[in-house]
């Protein structure tokens, strides 16, 4: 069988082949990587020469390529256009994959070199990334299970496999569920209140179906959470609520209650075998946060403050629901529509006169023009070139220039399928680098949303959360587009969990600013400048919802770290240590976390954020401290500030500690008081 994926990628810009790849093909790709990779490294450990920077780290760093660039495409297709045969292959490869990887940094006699290296004379004579480089390598080998006794070895090997198996799993049972669940609006008066962009999406949802006639609300967060916010059927609200915060927790094929405590008991047995008390101790040596006390410390200078302005918050709506004739309590399904309502009276700001003013290629627009004012750079869509074909209609590839040279491409795929899971994410299918078997290597960076897709012939208006999303994706994507380091493993985001939201995070200030909205927020109908009035407007109603968005938040990192905290999951019960947990923290009962176990993605899909969904807020520490400099500096594009930013932020990746690289841009550490601020949850004068 021809296999498009082990031929030579003649695609433009070497692109992946995506239209001749089938999923069978993957297998058979990856047998074959993973035996070339394993050659490589063994002729590294074989090397009769003494161990060196250069024929040991910067080689190890070299190989595997193949390997790595079918794993990108792979796991990327897994997430934004998946299949029934691609989800087979997925739980078929998932574990094998695993498996390669947990024998690569097994490999006893490759470590050894390594391990000869970083303890060697020469570490003192590297040039700074090379040592960076020897470092982070030499670290992964050890987090990775390289210092296991040799007794251990196989069993951690095993535990490895079994965990890429159960995360899949849990990752396919929460699109199922997503996929799967449907609330059917039949008539006019289960469609009540619901907007014309929000029916326009519904009537989509439903063609995709197969019901062209139909309204259908799905679990994609795009559909949900505008019914919540606008339908006037409180009853419909509650199922759509229940429905969503339930994804996996049925009984069933999707049920994830078993699967989350087979997780727990391997990620624990991991880190024992690593020599750690528990999972989050083990999982927060490398971050910034470096313990689980400094994280849970962090989220606990908001907690209080976002219940005291949630009550706050609370007050308005309770007034607007005895106004609207609800008596009932304010319950969590109620929370969105009411706010909304709040957000009218209030603030006098409706969604219907907002969103007109964001159009989403403007607002696309607006963020590279936001990009060539801070960084130099110029995006030209690619239309027309001869053999280019993306994985799905909707993906857009952009060209990536700068001083008249290719820097990058970006892929821009930003509508809601079923196909494709929910959230919001960046992912890159090349990275930089410039030690690869090819030379230096110009990254493919792509940002996937799931935005309402508008009927043919009508604009794609967005609401400015939307904008915010949209914003806050492509700092991902610029910090993978911006990277210029050597060597891959230190390149763009390959930097701490707790560092990695930053870039992105303050990206999303510049949405706000008034010429970028002078220029690029304009109704797409008239072309009218978006009046100033509106944007003081959607300014002071942006930290009203922060108490009941920051209570979602926290809770979920606090309940998080508290599960991963825990040594012993014989006879445990996951939802009910979650509800005692959150009773335990003084959960409000309007509120409710930002996601329950049984969906939560960030925790049980792999291990990225397990012990980690702290990581925004630490960020928003970060992004908002830094955005303060900009305006120390009374510019939002100010020059000398944009150059700190790129040189040390976007640019540096990994190739210098992520604390360094803070101080050399801000001068000091980060303060938390700019990030409660801006949030409204301290009182200012």
């Not at 498009?4 to 810009?13: D, E, R």
């Amino acid at each position: 069988m021809h296999n498009p994926l082990l031929a030579t990628w003649n695609a433009p810009y070497g692109l992946p082949p995506f239209a001749e790849t089938r999923p069978e093909h993957f297998g058979p790709a990856f047998a074959a990587a993973c035996a070339e990779h394993h050659a490589e490294l063994d002729a590294i450990a074989g090397n009769p020469e003494p161990a060196t920077f250069a024929n040991t780290i910067a080689a190890f760093d070299r190989a595997g390529w193949k390997f790595v660039r079918f794993g990108e495409m792979f796991w990327n297709l897994s997430a934004a256009h998946t299949s029934p045969a691609l989800e087979a292959v997925e739980r078929e490869l998932a574990p094998k994959i695993a498996m390669h990887q947990s024998a690569v940094y097994m490999h006893q006699t490759l470590f050894s070199r390594i391990d000869t290296v970083v303890n060697s004379a020469e570490m003192q004579l590297l040039a700074d990334e090379d040592r960076r480089l020897a470092e982070r390598v030499h670290l992964d080998f050890v987090r990775q299970g390289a210092r296991i006794a040799a007794d251990q070895r196989e069993r951690y090997a095993a535990i490895v496999g079994q965990l890429a198996t159960l995360c899949t799993q849990f990752s396919q049972n929460v699109l199922k569920d997503e996929t799967d669940w449907v609330l059917w609006l039949e008539d006019e008066a289960s469609r009540a209140g619901l907007p014309a962009d929000v029916l326009n999406s519904a009537r989509a949802a439903a063609a995709e179906r197969g019901r062209a006639d139909g309204c259908a609300i799905t679990l994609s967060r795009s559909s949900v959470v505008p019914f919540l916010t606008f339908s006037t059927r409180r009853d419909l609200r509650q199922v759509a609520f229940d429905a969503w915060v339930s994804r996996g927790a049925h009984d069933g094929p999707s049920d994830n209650r078993q699967i989350i405590v087979d997780i727990l008991k391997l990620r624990q047995e991991q880190a024992e075998l690593h020599g750690y008390r528990t999972f989050a101790d083990f999982q927060l040596v490398d971050r910034m946060a470096k313990t689980p006390e400094a994280a849970r410390a962090l989220m606990l200078q908001a907690w209080e403050p976002a219940k005291a302005t949630l009550v706050r918050e609370a007050a308005l709506l309770n007034a607007s629901r005895i106004a609207h004739g609800q008596t009932e309590a304010l319950e969590p399904w109620d929370w969105r529509f009411y706010e909304e309502k709040v957000r009218q009276s209030h603030f006098e700001l409706d969604d219907a006169v907002v969103k007109p003013y964001f159009e989403l290629d403007r607002m696309i627009a607006a963020m590279f023009g936001v990009a060539g004012r801070l960084f130099g750079l110029s995006f030209k869509e690619v239309t027309q070139a001869p053999g280019i074909k993306l994985y799905h209609p909707d993906a857009r590839l952009f060209e990536v220039h700068r001083e008249g040279k290719l820097k990058a491409l970006f892929i821009s795929d930003n509508f809601a399928r079923s196909s494709k899971r929910g959230g919001a994410w960046m992912s890159s299918y090349r990275v930089q680098g410039r030690n690869s078997v090819h030379g230096e290597v110009v990254p493919i960076v792509g940002n996937h949303n799931n935005f309402a897709k508008a009927p043919a012939g009508q604009p794609n208006l967005i609401s400015f959360d939307d904008v915010r999303t949209l914003f806050h994706e492509f700092g991902h994507g610029l910090h993978g587009m911006l990277s210029n380091v050597r060597y891959e493993r230190l390149a763009g985001t390959n930097v701490y969990q707790d560092y990695v939201e930053l870039p992105s995070q303050l990206f999303e200030h510049w949405a706000l600013q008034p010429e970028v909205l002078a220029e690029f927020a304009r109704r797409f109908d008239t072309g009218e400048t978006i009046p100033e009035a509106l944007v003081k407007r959607i300014r002071a109603a942006a930290k009203f919802g922060n108490g009941f968005e920051s209570v979602q938040y926290v809770s979920s990192t606090l309940t998080d770290l508290a599960v991963h905290s825990r040594s012993n999951f014989d006879g445990f019960d996951v939802m009910a240590f979650e509800q005692e947990e959150l009773a335990r923290i003084g959960m409000p009962r309007e509120a409710h976390p930002m996601h329950r176990f049984t969906g939560f993605r960030h925790l049980f899909s792999d291990a990225a954020y397990a012990a980690g969904y702290y990581v925004y807020m630490w960020a928003a520490v970060l992004d908002n401290d830094a955005f303060e400099a900009f305006e120390e500096a009374g510019n939002a594009f100010d020059a000398p500030t944009a150059k700190r930013l790129h040189d040390y932020i976007y640019s540096a990746g990994s190739s210098i500690e992520s604390a360094d690289a803070y101080r050399a841009f801000r001068g000091r550490d980060a303060k938390v008081e700019a990030m409660l601020r801006k949030r409204g949850l301290v009182e200012t004068v």
